[in-house]
């Protein structure tokens, strides 16, 4: 019987040395088979994600556009809502709309923006991811809450996809995984950062009792509305090809996990294409993940036959 979730694929960019390669670069994702072109949303050396995203789409025909993810305290909800639903419109309904808590320290502390404790850019966030949704409904919307306030505000122009674009939220953690489980139609399963940078503890969170536990957590919170969930793996090494079996236990000890488990992680792809489509095959079966995207030019050039063999089946 066939999986209830069809394998899909997407890339993380985060630059390209002119208008011309970045446009190169999105066709090339689109040609390959690739689902989705998505960019952080971090002040680092990389593109803003709106225009970057509006160019991507422009490029290509198919490929869906998002960020991964943007980054809900650096802008009101109220002016991300107009600009998302824009890149909806003008894309012809191919937004994925991430959204996160914010995490890293380095932005707040760079950028000057107040870095509240977890627990409140949490709570922001739950009220936000309401506004997003009543914004982009039919109709004038408000809201009163503790972190915003809306009053009879249409949000316009209204998105094409309808409700509205797909929600991607990700979650390393119970309260994050629980909103997701709510409120997302994409839940990305990722590490917890809780120190606000990655560290030698962040890689034990690669491992698959780590995400067991979490997917766990995930079933418990969703209920009956598991079956309407998409689960994400953003991957974080990918050595794809006939001789990168030989740097399993080199990649296993970077990681600071056993061989073992490095051989059923979807977060690390190494092996030849074959084996890490039977990887990802098993996390599918195992866990229900079918989404993976992988970060940059290079890996999604090397990941490019295991699109090619799973996507869409």
């Not at 040395?17 to 040609?31: F, I, P, Q, T, V």
């Not at 509006?54 to 943007?70: E, H, I």
């Not at 503790?146 to 990700?170: A, F, S």
């Not at 990681?255 to 074959?274: C, H, K, M, T």
């Amino acid at each position: 019987m066939p999986h209830p979730r069809k394998f899909r694929f997407g890339v993380q960019l985060v630059n390209a040395g002119s208008h011309r390669s970045w446009a190169d670069a999105a066709r090339k994702a689109e040609d390959l088979g690739y689902s989705s072109l998505f960019l952080p949303d971090h002040f680092g050396d990389q593109y803003a994600p709106v225009p970057a995203l509006m160019a991507a789409a422009d490029a290509t025909t198919s490929l869906r556009v998002g960020a991964l993810v943007w980054d809900n305290d650096y802008k009101h909800p109220v002016v991300l809502a107009k600009e998302a639903a824009t890149i909806d419109v003008i894309s012809g309904g191919r937004l994925e709309f991430g959204i996160g808590a914010g995490w890293m320290n380095t932005d707040y502390e760079q950028s000057g923006i107040q870095h509240d404790p977890a627990g409140v850019r949490i709570a922001r966030l739950t009220e936000a991811v309401k506004i997003y949704k009543g914004l982009w409904a039919s109709g004038a919307f408000s809201f009163a809450g503790e972190h915003y306030t809306i009053t009879e505000l249409d949000g316009l122009p209204k998105p094409v996809q309808r409700p509205g674009p797909p929600v991607l939220i990700g979650g390393g953690g119970p309260k994050m995984l629980s909103l997701a489980a709510a409120e997302a139609d994409i839940v990305g399963i990722n590490p917890a950062i809780p120190k606000g940078y990655v560290d030698a503890s962040t890689s034990r969170e690669v491992i698959p009792s780590t995400l067991e536990k979490k997917i766990d957590h995930l079933r418990q919170a969703a209920g009956d509305r598991l079956a309407e969930l998409e689960l994400n793996i953003l991957v974080f090494g990918t050595n794809v090809g006939e001789s990168a079996s030989a740097a399993r236990e080199q990649t296993a000890e970077l990681f600071r996990i056993g061989v073992a488990d490095l051989d059923e992680s979807p977060y690390v792809w190494v092996g030849s294409a074959s084996q890490v489509a039977d990887q990802l095959r098993a996390a599918r079966e195992r866990w229900g993940v079918s989404y993976f995207v992988v970060q940059g030019e290079s890996a999604m050039d090397l990941a490019a036959p295991v699109v090619a063999e799973l996507a869409g089946s």
